[in-house]
């Protein structure tokens, strides 16, 4: 009885404090019409998004393989294809040496590649067949000879991209809304795609989760791409558009924190990749159907992380009920 007291004074209350804005002309006499929860989950979505840059198109070079993502050091840049890499001289962009893999090999499907020290790291899976296996297979930049792999096996998707950062290694496993051929189910459901960090032993010791808006934007594709910027941010790249969305990994919860978006012109997805061994970083991407590797100024320090207060520490009498 109690507690249907309290509603009804409540309620009551409330249809007073209504009735004093309407006559003050406070909120408008008329309801608007019901929304439903995924326009407005859309409308919310919309207004929170971060500011937009863009990037200056610096050099471009012409390429015959450029097709999965380009890997890059202080001299060389490395072509991603499938089952290549070749690595070519940043100053004339003429190709040197290449790695190529047998069509009847254990490699089929690389995505993109790092370059660390003196070794370029590059993540291979079996897209888009099923169940989806991963590894990662290790190259000597000096003669682009493999000398070393690790695999996931059959893990939490499609590897599709791998960093070094922080003392540790950062990844990302892509999962799709596509249908392959001859499927009938989609090949892991792009909301499944996971950023994940690991130990030196490529153990995952945490993972997060992309927002759901970026992912939209993925669909039916995933999450192609990956490099720390030199803002201490993560850059994710989809499939196919001309891109980047620049991260922060969240102080609490499990999803990362979308503070910017960079355009990049010509570019169509992919894989890239962050130089930073200059003190004037640059960007590199890829143009599929030109099979052109390209590096872009970024204003990234104009960008700014989102002011946002989540959560506050309340005293008797201000105690949320």
């Known amino acids: 009885m109690l507690a249907r007291t309290k509603i009804a004074t409540g309620l009551a209350a409330s249809i007073a404090a209504g ?17 439903r929860a995924g326009s407005a989950a859309g409308s919310a979505a919309a207004v929170s998004e971060p500011p937009v840059f863009a990037a200056t198109l610096a050099r471009s070079y012409d390429t015959f393989d450029a097709n999965q993502a380009v890997a890059v050091d202080k001299k060389y840049f490395y072509v991603v294809d499938n089952r290549s890499i070749t690595k070519h001289d940043k100053s004339t962009g003429q190709p040197l040496l290449q790695f190529a893999s047998n069509a009847d090999g254990p490699l089929i499907h690389m995505d993109s590649g790092a370059v660390v020290g003196d070794k370029l790291y590059a993540v291979h899976s079996n897209y888009d067949e099923s169940p989806m296996e991963s590894s990662i297979e290790v ?38 809304d596509q249908v392959p051929d001859g ?64 991260m922060n990994v969240p102080s609490a919860g499990s999803e990362l924190e979308w503070a910017a978006t960079v355009t990049l012109p010509n570019v169509e997805g992919q894989g890239i990749a962050w130089d930073r061994s200059s003190n004037r970083p640059t960007l590199w991407a890829i143009k599929r159907s030109t099979k052109q590797a390209l590096s872009f100024t970024v204003p990234y320090s104009s960008i700014s992380d989102p002011k946002t ?13």
């Open 183 to 246: 499927e009938t189910e989609p090949y892991g459901e792009t909301y499944n795609t996971q950023v994940v960090k690991m130990d030196d032993k490529f153990q995952v010791v945490e993972s997060w989760t992309i927002p759901k808006t970026i992912l939209d934007r993925f669909k039916p594709m995933s999450n192609s791409g990956g490099s720390w910027g030199p803002d201490g941010r993560l850059w994710l790249t989809g499939h196919d558009l001309g891109e980047a969305y620049v």
């Open 309 to 321: 207060v989540n959560w506050q520490v309340l005293g008797p009498g201000h105690f949320q009920q």
């Open 19 to 35: 009735a004093l804005a309407l006559s003050a002309g406070l909120v408008p006499a008329q309801a608007s019409a019901p929304t």
């Open 139 to 176: 190259f000597d930049t000096k003669t682009m000879r493999h000398i070393d792999t690790y695999s996931f096996g059959i893990y939490r998707g499609s590897l599709t991209w791998l960093d070094r950062h922080d003392g540790a290694w950062w990844a990302g496993f892509a999962n799709y």
